[in-house]
C-alpha cells in the first residue's frame, strides 16, 4: 500500500534554528492542522487528513524528532519541550501561510497541542485533543500498581544513557508492544504502515526519549507555571478519551475543565489509536468542533 497520504503533498520547513519539519499538505479552505502521537509518524492521520481535505486545508507534519523531521541533539531541557515543540507548529503554519488555524492532536501530539493552546492563543483557533491528560495531571494521577500501565513514562524519564540503550537494543520489541497493546483492532495498523512506525521510531530513539524525559521535567514546570497564571485554553476543546478514569481514579472532564472551560469532553469505546481504528467518528467530531 501507498505510504503517503493520496493527493498530499510533502514539504520541508524550516521552523527553527537548525530544525525542519516534513509535512504533508493538501485540500483548500480554512486550515487543520494534525499532530501524531507515540510510537507513530503523520500517517496515523490518513484517512482523517484525506476526509477534511475536503473542505480543509490539511496540514499534517512529523513532530520534531519523529518521522521523517529534524531530530536535533538534546543539548538541554528545551530541546524537546513541548513549549519548542509547540512553537515549531505554529511557525510551521506561518510559513505555509496560515497565522491562525485549527489544532488537534494524539497522545504526544495532543501535549504539544495544549501547550500550542496555552502559549499562543492568537494563532490556535480551535483545539482537538485524542486520548491524553494534561502532563502536570498525568503525573499527578498516576500513583501505587496502577501506575504500571505507564512503565514507559518511568523508563524514559531517566537520565540520558540507559534508556536510550535499553530500547535501542529490542527497539522493535518495545515500540512494537504499543502498537499491540494500545490497539482494540490490530487490523486498522496494516502491516506496511506497522513497519513504517517500527522503522521511523527505530531510527528516533534517542529524540523520543528526550521528548519523553522532558515531560518529567521542563514540561511539568511550564504546566505549573500556566496553573499559578491563571492560563485558560479559552478556544473551544474537544477532548475524546478511553474511559481510564475509572481504573485509574480520576475524573478527566473534570480535569480537562480546569483548563479548558469551552469544553465538549468524550468518551469512546475505540482502542488508542482512535484516528485509525474509527476514523469516521475522529472527523465527523472533528467537524463538529470547528463548527462551534
Known amino acids: 500500500m501507498s505510504l503517503s497520504i493520496p493527493g498530499f503533498a510533502h514539504h520541508r520547513i524550516p521552523v527553527d534554528q537548525g530544525v525542519s519539519l516534513d509535512a504533508a499538505v493538501g485540500g483548500e479552505g480554512s486550515p487543520v492542522v494534525l499532530l501524531h502521537g507515540f510510537p507513530q509518524t503523520h500517517l496515523m492521520w490518513r484517512h482523517v487528513a484525506a476526509d477534511l481535505a475536503a473542505d480543509h486545508t490539511v496540514i ?29 507548529i505554529v511557525n510551521l503554519a506561518e510559513r505555509l501561510g496560515h497565522r491562525r488555524f485549527a489544532l488537534a492532536g494524539h497522545d504526544r501530539g495532543a501535549l504539544v497541542a495544549v501547550r500550542a493552546g496555552l502559549d499562543h492563543p492568537e494563532a490556535v483557533s480551535h483545539l482537538a485533543i485524542l486520548d491524553v491528560l494534561p502532563t502536570l ?32 537494543a529490542s527497539a522493535d520489541e518495545f515500540f512494537g508492544f504499543f502498537l499491540d497493546a494500545w490497539t482494540k483492532d490490530p487490523e486498522a495498523i496494516p502491516v506496511a504502515v506497522r513497519a513504517a512506525y517500527l522503522r521511523a521510531s527505530r531510527e528516533a530513539v534517542t529524540s523520543i ?7 518529567a521535567g521542563v514540561d511539568i514546570e511550564h504546566d505549573r507555571a500556566s496553573r499559578a497564571n491563571g492560563d485558560l485554553l479559552r478556544m473551544p476543546v474537544t477532548v475524546v478519551q ?3 478514569g475509572a481504573a485509574l481514579g480520576y475524573d ?3 480535569l480537562w ?21 474509527d476514523p469516521v467518528m475522529v472527523a465527523k467530531t472533528l467537524r463538529e468542533l470547528l463548527a462551534r
Open 60 to 88: 499534517v507534519p512529523d513532530l520534531r524528532g519523529y518521522g521523517a523531521s529534524d531530530k536535533p541533539a538534546e543539548d538541554g531541557p528545551d530541546t524537546y519541550a513541548k513549549r519548542t515543540m509547540a512553537a515549531d
Open 137 to 168: 495531571d498525568m503525573w499527578e494521577v498516576l500513583h501505587g500498581a496502577n501506575a504500571a500501565v505507564a512503565f514507559h513514562l518511568y523508563l524514559m524519564a531517566q537520565p540520558p544513557g540507559l534508556p536510550e540503550r535499553m530500547i535501542a
Open 209 to 215: 526519549v528526550a521528548d519523553y524525559r522532558a515531560s
Open 242 to 244: 478511553q474511559d481510564w
Open 252 to 254: 478527566a472532564a473534570a
Open 257 to 277: 475543565r480546569a483548563w479548558a472551560p469551552d469544553l465538549d469532553h468524550r468518551l469512546t469505546d475505540s482502542g488508542h489509536f482512535m484516528a485509525e481504528e
